[in-house]
């Protein structure tokens, strides 16, 4: 799945001359917590997010006698291209999901404005919206039922255990398979669409297969 | 001994499943024959169900879902959606009457003809939403019986006690907004169990804000877990609340030896909780609760622990 899927499309920006303080109403009004600046066409030129804001007042502030409206005075009076940041991690239009959560993990960051191939913002993907993307691939919140197998980590597995699930004519709404604690073993995780939940099990362990029996959890 | 009406009908039997299925007549018959023998039955009042008014059905759900569930019936479909929710030609009368049911549990209570009563119904209902039937649900009995109080007995506010082991969702939707009908549900966490919803922070929204309470139970917890959420979740709410009357959602689900969940309540924990909604009524309802009948799949713990039930019901 590619960025562009999950990425919000109507994008807030502001432009270097704006003031910190234009740039903060405009962030407060769509409640977010960082906004791209961009040239007059719609290129990145940087980010700016609301800690930037709060680190170039709070130097200002530690200045006797300081007042919020010296406060605001001096937001009013700072351009955004002077406290925002020219380094911008973002993604690109033909990236994928799995490109943009490495690169909101490994650099840290909250959201990676996403650009066209001429450099110019057609998004904003935050981590949010890829955990967004994670609940939906999980299937949490829909109607269904959980099951966790655990499986010798070899080939064809996985099919067997969704020929079980199939032969009893309900749908599989979610699929992951990870490792397992136990090195050489797969813990695969299902979500199904029934109720009636305990003959598959039945089924499953008849075949051979562990399933993860959840009052088993909490003990020590 | 309080006065208990047993609400059942014969015709509950009809709606029967066309393949291997927990939800069967099979629960029904283990039920009446078991507190036939224990001498229960002739102890309470006997209250036939009728078939209920349309306006009562569609208080809670949409004329389209209704025609669309008619004629699913009557085209001999097998199944509602999935394999969870069968039908047969009679499963969408029997799901009126089982909503009438709950219906003549209401009236009885509210009219004072009885003190208690006990709808020995099915299909179950709490799964069901206004839009569309599932797990095993295809009409939500205990709502329709809310919204029934309230437009014919002149009831402000309703307490719904769901303690069947899966969330009541249908139950929650139906009420999500309304601040009148206040849902309590105790249930197996839904990261565990169908249908994957009531965590704890669904608590109403809008108006309804507040009037929704969950209480996911971890795989495992019996007893113990359960008298502890009664006592310090329901009770501050329910103070807060002030319910004119109680209904409650009773599933024997939860109980260790029910195969559709992995929780440990014995026959203690539901006569636990029995008698601690029954005290709730008598403290703020006058008295006035309906107990209906949800799920609960393996015959002995069903049988067993609706007969405590309907002891503490009459107040032996």
Known sequence: MFVARRMKKTTVTVVPSASLLEAQRRMREHTIRQVPVVSEDGTLLGILSDRDIRAAVLPAGLVPGFTPGDAEKFMKNTPVERVMTRKVVAATLSDTLEDAIVLLHDFRVNALPVVDNAGRVAGIITRTDVLEAFIDALGVGEVSSRLEVVVPDRPGTLAQLAAIIGSFHVNITSVLSTHHVEAGKRANFFRVATLNIGPIRKAIEEAGFEILDPSKFLLP | ?316
Request: glycine share 10%.
């Open chain 2, 1 to 316: 001994m309080k006065r208990v009406a047993w609400i059942y009908h014969p015709d509950y039997l009809l709606h029967s499943p066309p393949f291997e299925h927990p939800e069967s007549p099979e629960r029904l018959i283990a039920i009446s024959g078991h507190l036939g023998k224990a001498g229960l039955i002739e102890r309470m009042i006997p209250v036939t169900p009728e078939y209920p008014e349309d306006a009562d059905i569609l208080s809670v759900h949409d004329r389209e879902y209704l025609d669309k569930l008619e004629t699913a019936c009557r085209r001999g479909d097998l199944t509602l959606d999935a394999e969870d929710t069968y039908l047969n030609r009679h499963s969408f009368n029997i799901g009126l009457l089982s909503a009438g049911g709950a219906i003549a549990g209401a009236k009885a209570v509210a009219e004072g003809t009885v003190d208690r009563a006990f709808c020995a119904i099915r299909p179950p209902g709490h799964h069901a939403g206004k839009n569309a039937g599932m797990g095993f649900c295809l009409l939500n009995n205990a709502a329709i019986a809310a919204r029934y109080l309230q437009a014919r007995h002149g009831v402000g506010k309703v307490l719904i006690v769901d303690w069947d082991v899966h969330h009541g969702n249908g139950t929650q939707n139906i009420f999500l907004d309304d601040p009148t009908v206040f849902y309590f549900s105790i249930h197996e966490h839904p990261t565990f169990l169908y249908p994957g919803t009531g965590r704890r922070w669904e608590i109403g929204k809008g108006k309804g804000e507040g009037a929704t309470l969950n209480a996911p139970m971890a795989p495992g917890a019996g007893d113990a877990e359960y008298r502890t959420t009664f006592e310090q979740l329901l009770d501050p709410a329910v103070e807060r609340f002030r319910p004119e009357i109680i209904l409650v959602s009773a599933g024997f689900d939860a109980h260790r030896d029910d195969p559709l969940a992995d929780l440990q309540v014995t026959e203690e924990g539901f006569r636990f909780m029995t008698r601690h909604v029954l005290a709730l009524a008598d403290r703020f309802c006058g008295g006035k609760i309906v107990s209906i009948l949800e799920g609960g799949y393996e015959t002995s713990s069903l049988t067993s622990c609706i007969e405590i039930h309907i002891r503490e019901l009459l107040g032996e």
